[in-house]
T-cell receptor, first 115, second 112 residues
Framework: DGGITQSPKYLFRKEGQNVTLSCEQNLNHDAMYWYRQDPGQGLRLIYYSQIVNDFQKGDIAEGYSVSREKKESFPLTVTSAQKNPTAFYLC??????????????FGDGTRLSIL | EDQVTQSPEALRLQEGESSSLNCSYTVSGLRGLFWYRQDPGKGPEFLFTLYSAGEEKEKERLKATLTKKESFLHITAPKPEDSATYLCAVQAGETSGSRLTFGEGTQLTVNP
């Protein structure tokens, strides 16, 4: 079945450690996105990529990094510079390019906690 | 800056008790308004896209409508399995690409 796979489902980070969250899609979508969701808050955009080898900062990019070397994959690294990383992280993809308005489809998230 | 506000924050209904959720938006050049359903510990599930004022979409017990300032998600005769958080998001402007701005959601609980 086509879809978006995020792994791991749960992740724990130690102080000073970088961790990488995986996101893979087999929907042949051009665009991919990373969001952070905190309790009682909506989704906030971290980074997005509309094409391979290109990505843009969202609203809360500080302390995070991404790469887009393949169309299917958009990993997110939470660096030690992110002082409050505990949250639910969601990856999404869509067929969008500039000017289009198709819906985004989401994976089932990774919950990151601090040890 | 695009803004999306959802109300109420939480809503409790009895099974069969119809109601509506509100999504108010302030954007420059709306290109699409999206409704999602999110179950606990899961990613949002796409429900509807609305593109222009006056448009309506239906799916089972849900009906979404759109005006120039807000969208409503009407729930008719809800069942306990409709319990979830409902998220509204907008896509706007010509330079923002495909990014969405989300509201904070309405947590719906339907009691049997």
């Amino acid at each position: 079945d086509g879809g978006i796979t995020q792994s791991p489902k749960y992740l724990f980070r130690k102080e000073g450690q970088n961790v990488t969250l995986s996101c893979e899609q087999n929907l042949n979508h051009d665009a991919m996105y990373w969001y952070r969701q905190d309790p009682g808050q909506g989704l906030r955009l971290i980074y997005y990529s509309q094409i391979v080898n290109d990505f843009q900062k969202g609203d809360i990019a500080e302390g995070y990094s991404v790469s887009r070397e393949k169309k299917e994959s958009f990993p997110l690294t939470v660096t030690s510079a992110q002082k409050n990383p505990t949250a639910f992280y969601l990856c999404a993809s869509s067929t969008n390019r500039q000017g289009s308005n198709q819906p985004q489809h989401f994976g089932d998230g990774t919950r990151l906690s601090i040890l | 800056e695009d803004q999306v506000t959802q109300s109420p924050e939480a809503l409790r209904l009895q099974e069969g008790e119809s109601s509506s959720l509100n999504c108010s938006y302030t954007v420059s050049g709306l290109r699409g308004l999206f409704w999602y359903r999110q179950d606990p510990g899961k990613g949002p599930e796409f429900l509807f896209t609305l593109y222009s004022a006056g448009e309506e979409k239906e799916k089972e017990r849900l009906k979404a409508t759109l005006t120039k300032k807000e969208s409503f998600l009407h729930i008719t005769a809800p069942k306990p399995e409709d319990s979830a958080t409902y998220l509204c998001a907008v896509q706007a402007g010509e330079t923002s690409g495909s990014r969405l701005t989300f509201g904070e959601g309405t947590q719906l609980t339907v009691n049997p």
